[in-house]
């Protein structure tokens, strides 16, 4: 790819390109990859600003303008979010021919939440480190995820305020940058201003381990479907700072199928009334089986924020309620 200064990158702009090759950064190497996008670093030469360019092709079954309208549906549900700092940010934007680019930000310096978690799970050489061959979390680390609870909590609220859906909150679409948690990949979200917030009908798509059984039966769904998710991702956080409740985690039957054992262990993890186990109590609110049982986002972080914590640790960071 050659670099064309006559073409800027003018953060917030949107671009028709005629040749790729002059796109206004160069490839550093690849991210990851999914059913309609594939991701890279890139970096622009003359700031030497990295970005994440997010590059999307048509894919099966649908149409030039039905593609068009779902990656600028993603781009505007970014835009409107920007400014949360748990939430990340589109730069810009480019057409070229059948391709769509957005280049994004921040490139997550320790990739996403799920390749964090294992990488504490399961020690670098393979073997045991006298914990059931599941590695401890380092102090950095451990900081790291206490803080995640609020900080995620902070930015669902801060979306569903808005009206907007995520849709598909999981490990792998929460990065992990400099010590925060950051939600990406809003290509299946919802922006529900002016619109019932309430939807029913065939899901345009889920992660079934995450799925909130509505969902996953077509019923009427809204903005606690994401809470669910969000608690099925604080129950895989909780598995690697407490080992009783690992099970919950390893198992990889979707959590709506076994809810009954889910909420069970996570009351058994309550009882002791000490350090973090206070949130297993909350995460039970947040997984029940009918979304109306169920805490809302701002409802959400009022518990978070009032929950006692020991003075060397925090729920939140500076920018969403941390002290």
């Known amino acids: 790819m050659s670099y064309n200064p006559s073409i800027r ?21 690849r991210l990851g990859m999914g059913a309609s996008a594939q991701v890279e670093v890139v970096e622009e030469p003359t700031t030497r600003r990295r970005y994440a360019h997010k590059i999307f092709t048509p894919y099966y079954g649908h149409t030039l303008e039905r593609f068009k309208k779902e990656v600028q549906n993603e781009i505007a549900i970014i835009k409107r979010l920007r400014g949360h700092p748990h939430i990340v940010n589109v730069e810009w934007s480019y ?42 979390a380092t102090r950095e680390q451990r900081a790291v995820l206490v803080k995640a609870f609020g900080c995620l ?27 925060h948690m950051v939600y990406t990949d809003f290509g299946i979200a919802k922006d529900l201003v002016g619109m019932n917030t309430m939807t029913s009908g065939k899901p345009g798509g889920f992660t079934d381990r995450y799925c909130p059984p509505e969902v996953a ?17 604080f129950i895989e956080i909780m598995a690697v700072l407490f080992s009783d409740a690992r099970e919950l985690a390893e198992d990889r039957t979707p959590y709506r199928k076994r809810l009954q054992d889910v909420q069970g262990t996570l009351i058994q993890c309550s009882v002791a009334d000490f350090d973090l186990r206070q949130l297993f109590v909350v995460i039970l609110g947040m997984v029940e089986e009918m979304s109306e049982d169920r805490v809302g986002a701002t409802d959400l972080v009022d518990c978070l924020m009032d929950l006692k914590m020991p003075c060397a640790e925090s729920l939140f960071c500076r920018q969403c309620g941390g002290t």
């Open 217 to 233: 039966e077509w019923d009427p769904r809204n903005r606690k479907s994401d809470v669910f998710s969000l608690g099925c991702v």
């Open 95 to 136: 057409a070229c021919g059948r391709e769509l680019g957005i280049l994004l930000t921040p490139v997550a310096s320790d990739g996403d939440l799920s390749a964090y978690l294992y990488e504490i799970r399961v020690p670098q050489d393979g073997g045991s480190n006298g914990n059931g061959g599941v590695s401890s």
């Open 153 to 179: 909590a902070s930015g669902l609220a801060f979306m569903h305020g808005l009206k907007i859906r995520h849709k598909d909150i999981k490990p792998s679409n929460i990065l992990v940058h400099n010590g």
């Open 9 to 29: 990158l003018t953060s917030g702009e949107h671009v028709e390109i005629v040749d790729r090759t002059h796109l206004p950064f160069h490839r550093i190497g």
